[in-house]
């Protein structure tokens, strides 16, 4: 079975990744640091900042394929899965910045949001199922409601 969305997302999120590890890469040749942070501040930021995504993206991933597996691949969810990869453009960005900034505070709130609606959806795609289940279709309804009248009279 392919997941189309999982897998651009998947891609998106590894080019993602490239991009913010050659971020890193900028800054340590420009603080002449090779390994841990040297105390470089701007260093520290760009390190956080892909490791912040790679904090986040196993879920996102995961969570992304389960859904599409279980409801396939509504544009809503399209949606969502783009707006968590400009989020974490958004947040990397705003680690260059001051503490405080908008981007950054956009990322990280969107961030939430859609990893939020997406295990919130989760869980009721799980137990919407089998509620459904246990519901009495209007038929089995009438049927019973019909045999109850009956044996009372």
Do not use: C
């Not at 991009?19 to 701007?42: K, N, Q, Y």
């Not at 453009?89 to 505070?105: E, F, Q, S, T, V």
């Amino acid at each position: 079975m392919i997941l189309p969305m999982t897998l651009t997302m998947a891609a998106a999120s590894t080019l993602l990744n490239i991009w913010l590890g050659g971020r890193v890469s900028r800054m340590r040749v420009v603080h002449r640091v090779s390994i841990g942070d040297g105390g470089a501040e701007p260093l520290v930021a760009r390190m956080r900042a892909q490791a912040n995504f790679v904090e986040w993206a196993p879920f996102f991933l995961i969570l992304l394929a389960l859904i599409e597996i279980a409801r396939g691949q509504p544009l809503w969810l399209w949606v969502l899965a783009s707006l968590f990869i400009l989020a974490r453009i958004l947040h990397a960005l705003g680690m260059d910045r001051p503490p405080g900034n908008k981007l950054r505070a956009i990322g990280m709130m969107a961030t939430a949001l859609i990893m939020l609606v997406f295990a919130g959806y989760a869980i009721v795609l799980v137990y919407q199922d089998r509620l459904e289940r246990m519901r009495p279709t209007t038929h089995e309804t009438f049927a019973a409601a019909s045999a109850q009248a009956r044996a009372s009279t």
